[in-house]
């Protein structure tokens, strides 16, 4: 009668160490590589830490997931220092709105898949809606020659013209709310009508018509570039159907 030889590729002596057992369990594990960062900005406007090099950004990891529930009710901009954790090449403090946002949509793909489950409340009938959205489906306007920092535009009330610089991420504190936004606007004007004294423009800025001060509002917020957001939801209960920008809930950066 032959015998049976155990089911085992390590012959007699041998034994296998903590890391290759470590490394045999993991080997299925799908691709942490970072992807290379294609922004709306086409990098233009930035100091790149290592020139010539491209932006790159990795999937998120247990790790990073850990760090942002232990910071929640710290205080900490969680979001921000989760960006700063997964992206190399610059300083997150440098990115400007329409980059910041395309970069948290495709941090979310490239970790989670590019489906996004969330839940919308109708306003309707107000039955809860459970919708997919697909997060490599958005439309990305890229930066042209058109667009500079700081750029030049002309008031359409005043006929002045005003060289307004374009905010970064290190400049979200003074846009926490509709009232610092416009309280803060000044500084962000550099020059108007030829001048470049802060003293003058703080205290031109706050007697703008309001046509004006809006028209700078919107030039700042760069609308006409980035990621487009905007979604199409029609409930399944009601015949409401209306447009709105992709609800980002807490559940976001979570595999719900």
């Known amino acids: ?77 969680v979001i921000n220092q989760l960006l700063a954790r997964c992206i190399e090449n610059i300083d997150v403090g440098q990115l400007m709105q329409m980059d910041k946002l395309y970069i948290l949509m495709k941090l979310r793909e490239i970790s989670y898949g590019p489906e996004y489950n969330v839940t919308i409340n109708c306003p309707n009938c107000h039955k809860e809606n459970n919708v997919t959205f697909n997060m490599d489906t958005f439309d990305v306007t890229y930066a042209d020659e058109n667009l500079t920092n700081p750029l030049k535009i002309h008031l359409p009330v005043l006929k002045r013209d005003v060289v307004l610089r374009l905010p970064r991420v290190a400049d979200e504190k003074y846009f926490v709310n509709a009232e610092q936004s416009l309280s803060n606007l000044w500084r962000f004007v550099e020059e108007i009508d030829g ?48 447009s709105m920008d992709l609800p980002i809930t807490a559940d976001f950066f979570s595999s719900k």
């Open 1 to 77: 009668m032959s015998e049976q030889t155990p089911n085992n590729p390590m012959t007699a002596g041998q034994k296998q160490t903590d890391q290759e057992i470590i490394a045999n369990i993991l080997k299925d594990m799908p691709s942490n590589d970072a992807i290379e960062l294609d922004l709306p900005s086409k990098n233009r406007f930035y100091t790149l830490q290592e020139p010539g090099k491209s932006i790159m950004l990795r999937p998120m990891t247990f790790q990073d997931e850990k760090s942002m529930l232990s910071k929640k009710n710290s205080g900490v901009d």
């Open 195 to 242: 001048h470049s004294s802060k003293t003058i423009i703080s205290k031109v800025i706050p007697q703008l018509p309001i046509k004006d001060a809006h028209y700078l509002m919107d030039a700042l917020g760069c609308t006409g570039y980035g990621i487009d957001t905007g979604v199409r939801f029609a409930c399944a209960y009601c015949d409401h159907v209306e």
